[in-house]
Nanobody
Framework: QVQLAESGGGLGQAGGSLKLSCTDSGGTNIRYFMGWFRQAPGKERDVVAAITWAGTSTWYADSVKDRFTISRDKAKNTLYLQMNSLKPEDTAVYYC????????????????WGQGTQVTVSS
């Protein structure tokens, strides 16, 4: 069973940086792709960035391209999201997720989810 837990959220300032982490403690050998999603109050959950199992291919939403970087350390079973040049509109609950089928850039491709971590960006 894949068990995901995010950390690293909190309060950031516009123009600043935050780094999120997501660790899988399930101990499985599933070769899954992973992604970061976010959901602001009253809005749908959207994919922010995604990465393949091997880490050789990534995808970013236009709104975060050139500001956010997704990466993974398979030896540590950990996914990261480095967020730079933060904007108030980045404020949301951020979720990490893992999947094995479908497109890694689409929400419906994901089967396992973390509980989410709040990111608030002040102006």
């Amino acid at each position: 069973q894949v068990q995901l837990a995010e950390s690293g959220g909190g309060l950031g300032q516009a123009g600043g940086s935050l780094k999120l982490s997501c660790t899988d403690s399930g101990g499985t050998n599933i070769r899954y792709f992973m992604g970061w999603f976010r959901q602001a109050p009253g809005k749908e959950r959207d994919v922010v960035a995604a990465i393949t199992w091997a880490g050789t291919s990534t995808w970013y939403a236009d709104s975060v391209k050139d500001r956010f970087t997704i990466s993974r350390d398979k030896a540590k079973n950990t996914l990261y999201l480095q967020m730079n040049s933060l904007k108030p509109e980045d404020t949301a609950v951020y979720y990490c997720a893992a999947g094995v089928a479908g497109l890694f850039s689409r929400l419906d491709g994901y089967s396992w989810w973390g509980q989410g971590t709040q990111v608030t960006v002040s102006s």
